[in-house]
């Protein structure tokens, strides 16, 4: 078998996708030119031990008479045919691994994209079946220049977080005036609903001019 030959059908079988039964046919083809090989050089061995090299004319330019030089020629020639076979089968089995292993990350990539989404999908279908974040209670009046008042707080918003307390272990205002109390020149995150929409404030409970660290009004709202 040539290189052409053994570029050509290696060819057919890289031409799509390359499977593991191509690598496996690839490897046979590999054993099968090694064995060739081994065969021609037992050849050479067999006539006086004659290599690749060794000249086959006498000291005096005579062709040898002590070795079959057709057997010889032709092994040598044969040898070198396959070799460059083997060459070729080697570096198809070294494209084709490389095809399978580059194949497998890309899969492992799609597979984890894959996985990544459907989680995603999951948790956004999770938060649309649980609505909107309901809010616990609302600010009924501001003190002008209160720290309410400067966080961007305004009457009739609607709170959903304050601080740590959010709708599932807000129980009363004493939450409420437990994480004010704690939080004194502290920023808390207070998230409302105004008309519509969610906004995130930060507001600071601080001494001020006015009664209490907040100067507003909070006001539960039945659940």
Same mark, same amino acid.
Not at 147 to 163: H, K, N, R, W, Y
């Given at each position: 078998?040539?290189?052409?030959?053994?570029?050509?059908?290696?060819?057919?079988?890289?031409?799509?996708?390359?499977?593991?039964?191509?690598?496996?046919? $690839?490897? #046979?083809?590999?054993?099968?030119?090694?064995?060739?090989?081994?065969?021609?050089?037992?050849?050479?061995?067999?006539?006086?031990?004659?290599?690749?090299?060794?000249?086959?004319?006498?000291?005096?330019?005579?062709?040898r008479?002590?070795? +079959?030089?057709?057997?010889?020629?032709?092994?040598?020639?044969?040898?070198?045919?396959?070799?460059? +076979? @083997?060459?070729?089968?080697?570096?198809?089995?070294?494209?084709a $691994? @490389?095809?399978?292993? =580059?194949? +497998?990350?890309?899969?492992?990539? #799609? +597979?984890?994209?894959?996985?990544? !989404?459907? =989680?995603?999908?999951? !948790?956004?279908?999770?938060?649309?079946?649980?609505?909107?974040?309901?809010?616990? =209670? !609302?600010? *009924?009046?501001?003190?002008?220049?209160?720290?309410?008042?400067? =966080?961007?707080?305004?009457?009739d918003?609607e709170?959903?977080?304050?601080?740590?307390? *959010?709708?599932?272990?807000?129980?009363?205002?004493?939450?409420?005036?437990?994480?004010?109390q704690?939080?004194?020149?502290?920023?808390? *995150?207070?998230?409302?609903?105004?008309?519509?929409?969610?906004?995130?404030?930060?507001?600071?409970?601080?001494?001020?001019a006015g009664?209490? $660290?907040?100067?507003?009004?909070?006001?539960? $709202?039945?659940?």
């Amino acid at each position: 078998m040539s290189e052409e030959e053994a570029r050509q059908s290696g060819g057919s079988s890289q031409a799509g996708a390359v499977t593991v039964s191509d690598v496996q046919e $690839l490897m #046979r083809r590999k054993e099968e030119i090694e064995t060739q090989i081994k065969a021609n050089y037992d050849v050479l061995e067999s006539q006086k031990g004659i290599g690749m090299n060794e000249p086959l004319v006498d000291c005096e330019g005579y062709p040898r008479s002590d070795v +079959d030089l057709y057997q010889v020629r032709t092994a040598r020639h044969n040898i070198i045919c396959l070799q460059n +076979d @083997h060459k070729a089968v080697m570096k198809q089995v070294e494209e084709a $691994l @490389h095809q399978l292993h =580059a194949r +497998d990350k890309e899969k492992q990539a #799609r +597979d984890m994209a894959e996985a990544h !989404k459907e =989680a995603m999908n999951r !948790k956004l279908d999770q938060s649309e079946s649980q609505g909107p974040p309901q809010a616990f =209670a !609302k600010v *009924n009046s501001i003190s002008p220049g209160s720290p309410a008042s400067t =966080a961007g707080l305004q009457v009739d918003d609607e709170i959903v977080e304050f601080g740590s307390v *959010n709708t599932q272990n807000f129980q009363s205002l004493h939450n409420i005036g437990s994480v004010v109390q704690h939080s004194e020149g502290k920023p808390l *995150n207070v998230t409302v609903i105004r008309s519509g929409e969610k906004h995130q404030l930060r507001l600071v409970p601080t001494r001020w001019a006015g009664k209490g $660290l907040l100067g507003c009004n909070i006001i539960p $709202l039945q659940r």
